[in-house]
């Protein structure tokens, strides 16, 4: 079973943990409980939340994480658990002495794949892709020439049309990104935090404001399943996040993705991407487990 994203979103909720479920209440009267291990994450998006700490340990111990937005639907912080893996001490000195070499080539395959996913996108919703392949092969180690931003710059326009722009602080289209990719973002950051590695320590994001780079590294290859969902979305005639939008973009995580071994959802996908990268890391493998060119099976 895929695991549920909880997103709370009406002003004065109170989350506690009764046994092994989540309850949400307001006041004294109880809405809803969720058992906790069927959760992937939780996110706090509205006024005057509180929790309980025996549910902030909880979510802890199964490594999901807790996520804080503030304006405009963008994640402000993830609690992440301080002991999420059995190999957790080692893992995370292997990638703290990971050569620059090896990160450069990291981010080469995770930058090629991105490019495919976009490519793959577009050529879903009928819009020519020419061109991807071509950028895709180019991609060096480390990426020098930014060839990610050459295909951002012609992607967009042909997945949106020429007056869009990409703006993290816009409403609309963009308000629909921000939330999509918010849950993307807590499906790797679980990931990543089950493997036993450091989120902070990135393999090209490295603002040291940010204690999610390796989160942002690894998110990018599953940055076109959002698009796919928010194009759709708007084909419909969406313009709001409103609460029916948010439950199309949760679906993220449970799409199908085509790889090696088969069709897997995308929340496996990130797991067998983390676990890849602790194995690069320690010298066990050269190879990240990314999806292939494909698309998402389901639409």
Not at 41 to 47: E, K, L, P, S, Y
Not at 48 to 76: D, K, M, Q, W
Request: net charge neutral.
């Amino acid at each position: 079973m895929i695991a549920r994203i909880v997103e709370i979103a009406e002003d004065g909720r109170h989350l506690s943990k009764d046994r092994g479920f989540l309850v949400v209440s307001e006041g004294k009267t109880e809405l809803g409980r969720v058992p906790l291990d069927d959760l992937a994450a939780v996110i706090g998006n509205a006024h005057g939340l509180t929790y309980s700490n025996n549910l902030i340990a909880a979510l802890a111990e199964r490594c999901v994480p807790f996520v804080i937005c503030g304006p405009h639907h963008r994640p402000v912080a993830f609690m992440w658990a301080a002991d999420s893996h059995h190999e957790q001490s080692g893992r995370i000195s292997d990638q703290a002495d990971a050569t620059k070499p090896l990160k450069k080539r990291m981010w080469q395959q995770i930058v090629r794949s991105k490019i495919e996913q976009q490519a793959a996108t577009l050529d879903a919703v009928g819009r020519r892709a020419g061109g991807f392949s071509l950028l895709a092969h180019k991609v060096r180690a480390g990426d020098p020439e930014n060839v990610e931003a050459q295909a951002a710059r012609r992607y967009w326009p042909l997945l949106f049309g020429s007056d869009f722009r990409r703006d993290r602080d816009a409403g609309g289209t963009n308000a629909l990104l921000n939330y999509g990719y918010a849950i993307a973002r807590a499906g790797v950051a679980r990931a990543i935090m089950a493997a036993g590695l450091h989120p902070s320590l990135g393999l090209a994001h490295a603002n040291r404001g940010n204690a999610f780079c390796l989160v942002d590294d690894c998110l990018e290859p599953f940055r076109p399943i959002v698009d796919l969902l928010v194009f759709d979305l708007v084909e419909e005639g969406v313009v709001e996040l409103d609460s029916a939008a948010k439950q199309a973009l949760a679906r993220v995580l449970i799409k199908d993705m085509l790889t090696v071994n088969g069709a897997s959802p995308a929340a496996l996908c990130m797991e067998r991407l983390a676990l890849s990268l602790a194995r690069c890391f320690s010298g066990e493998a050269t190879k990240l487990d990314l999806p292939i060119r494909p698309l998402p099976l389901e639409r």
